[in-house]
């Protein structure tokens, strides 16, 4: 079946423009997640969806980021007012449900869109 | 804030060697998970430790959760070329608001050599 998938693949732009970045979940997943990844890095959690809410915003890195999911299934990851530090690969997963403290829920990735902010 | 340390960051062998990557922190973690990340693609869950002391092997891959769930190794025995990528490890929290949340190690770079 179809994995996770996320458009743009790239996206240059310059400082101070607004970018969306867009999630389609794998089809029938409730819990959808955002991180950020520097190059060569480890993941930066940002958010997390179960459904349409967003319990938990606190790692977003500024009131520039916000992120919406509606139909419980596409979700968009807006930045406004770029920066060069926002250059990074945004990655998008989706569980079956919310991930549980044994790990079940395992988190599917999509490949991620490159963000550079010129 | 919870982190996880996980070293080395950058590993360059030759093939058939072995090797070990180390994830640390001081804070317990419910399970521990592992995942491996090639260039363009998102990472793939190898493998989640659920109990402290656990050791868990996949082909030349070997797991083990810290007997206090706060540190895991990965041992790869006689590396092949085909196991180069990054190796993440991802702590596995607990409750509360952080329910789902994975924090991720900074990850280890492996190039195997052929």
């Known amino acids: 079946g179809a994995g996770v998938s996320q458009s743009p693949s790239n996206k240059v732009t310059e400082k101070g423009k607004d970018v969306e970045l867009r999630c389609d979940p794998i089809s029938g997943h409730t819990a959808l997640y955002w991180y950020r990844q520097s190059l060569g890095q480890g993941l930066e959690f940002l958010i997390y969806f179960q459904g349409n809410s967003a319990p938990d915003k606190s790692g977003l890195p500024s009131d520039r980021f916000s992120a919406e999911r509606t139909g419980g299934s596409v979700s968009t990851l807006t930045i406004q007012r770029t920066q060069q530090e926002d250059s990074a690969v945004y990655l998008c997963a989706s569980s079956l449900a919310l991930a549980g403290p044994r790990g079940g829920n395992t988190q599917y990735f999509g490949p991620g869109t490159r963000l550079t902010v010129l | 804030t919870q982190l996880l340390e996980q070293s080395p960051q950058f590993l360059s062998i030759q093939e058939g060697e072995n090797l070990t990557v180390y994830c640390n922190s001081s804070?317990?973690?419910?399970?521990l998970q592992w995942y491996r990340q090639e260039p363009g693609e998102g990472p793939v869950l190898l493998v989640t430790v659920v109990t402290g002391g656990e050791v868990k092997k996949l082909k030349r891959l070997t797991f083990q959760f810290g007997d206090a769930r706060k540190d895991s190794s990965l041992h790869i025995t006689a590396a092949q070329p085909g196991d180069t990528g990054l190796y993440l490890c991802?702590?596995?929290?607990?409750?509360?608001?952080?329910?789902?949340?994975?924090?991720f190690g900074q990850g280890t770079i492996l190039t195997v050599h052929p």
């Open positions: 991802a702590g596995v929290n607990a409750g509360g608001t952080s329910y789902g949340k994975l924090t």
């Open positions: 804070s317990v973690f419910s399970s």
